[in-house]
């Protein structure tokens, strides 16, 4: 096992390879990439992991923590400053007027969605590409979700089915980023516009992303992020609320406190979802290394789809157009297995681990899934929209696209895009490498 310091020191040195293969690429962009056979499947030694450690840390983490432990002012309310100090900086870099930090990017959107009043009754459009959290977070408020249809091309909420679902009782419309890319938000903000409903992205996998130029999250009236384990800036668990609107943002913080505090904003409801100054000095380390990553990602996807574009099946997902920038926190393609002799999805998945690539099936469907079908049977959704409503409510939740979208999808993390131009050969190659062996 190596200690602490010779895993930080790898980490350091991975990274920078990685920097220097993203500036390096400018050139090498220019060059037709060849797909060489890869190694294993020729019968060489079995390849290295295309995986880089996940998170990276160094001495600012650690000084970071320590100053925290060492000040013995561990939370925002007995005067902390890295929460506040977290803020300003996310904010800013977000080009957002307000940010309220939060204990994950739930609390962000339960913050949000409290800070709306919204409740009972209340209708809410969102996607069935999406992470759980994003249904959990309108059910806590007792509101129904409504689901809008997948993009086969870009993975994200069809922005051109977003009006069709709009009914006098919708208070919100949820579009979600995923993948870190950006859906169409100019279909979607004239929708909001046009119908004067407020827009909260889920940007929960999204800093960094832009639609025409502008960071995400403010686009609509706030955005929410994660700063999750897996996310491309992490403190474990943590959120962040931005908006440029002065009142929602007083009405975000005393939601996310109890007692409040400022003026103005009163609720009747709150909770506490305060992050704690260990997490915000975390994420103010985390913050030095978030642009240098974000290139890295940028240039090492933009290679990667460059090669895999010459593989017949294999079709990564589009940016929407509008969308300037991705954050990448996930690789996303769909894949056809009648272009892989039918090769199952599953067994394509232990033929690229045995090539060191590893990957994932992704999101399965939300929609239909045991935990969705039990809200229709949910005692007080039953009585607060009726039984048979909420039996035609989960009957109704039918989004063939994404059903599709969900069989043939194929994911890579983020930190593979933190590796060098070699790994993302080394996958294009696996790839097409089995493919000419089962052809
Ligand atoms: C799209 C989306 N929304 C919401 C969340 C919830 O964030 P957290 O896990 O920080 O509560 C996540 C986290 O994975 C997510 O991916």
Partial sequence: MPSPIDRRQMLTTAAVAGVASCFGSVSAREESPTLLPSSSLDGGKPAAKADVEWPFWDAHEESGLLDVLNSGTWGRTNGGRRVPEFEAAFASRMKARYC??????TTALLTTIGALGIGPGDEVIMPPYTFVATFNAITNS?????????D????????????????????????????????????IHSVAKARKIPLIEDACQAPLAEWRGQPVGTIGLAGCFSFQASKNITCGEG???????????????????????KPGASLGRGSNFRITEFQAALL??????????????????????ELLQNIPGV???KLASGSTRSAWHLYMFRYDPKQFANMPR?????????EGVSASSGYSRLNRSAHVEALSTNPHYQRIYGKDFMSR?????????????????????????????????????????IQKRVA
């Fill in 100 to 105: 309220v930090a939060t204990s994950s990017g």
């Fill in 346 to 354: 599953a067994t394509l998945f232990k033929e690229l681990s045995k």
């Fill in 315 to 317: 079709s990564p997902a």
């Fill in 284 to 305: 103010l380390a985390q913050m030095l290394r978030f642009e240098e990553q974000a290139k890295l990602r940028d240039a090492n996807a933009a290679y990667l789809t």
């Fill in 239 to 261: 959120g962040a609320v931005i908006t440029n609107d002065e009142q929602f943002a007083n009405l975000c913080y005393n939601f996310h406190t109890p007692g409040g505090g």
């Fill in 142 to 150: 007792y509101a129904l979700p409504v689901f809008v249809d997948s």
């Fill in 393 to 433: 409510w989960f009957e109704a939740n039918q989004c063939p696209v994404n059903d599709r979208l969900c069989e043939e999808a194929i994911w890579f993390s983020q930190t593979k895009l933190l590796g060098t131009r070699a790994s993302m050969e080394q996958i294009a190659n696996a790839i097409a490498t």
């Fill in 152 to 187: 086969a091309e870009t993975f994200q909420i069809d922005g051109k089915k977003v009006e069709s679902a709009v009914t006098a009782n919708t208070k919100l419309l949820l579009p979600v980023h995923i993948g870190g890319s950006v859906c169409d938000l100019d279909a």
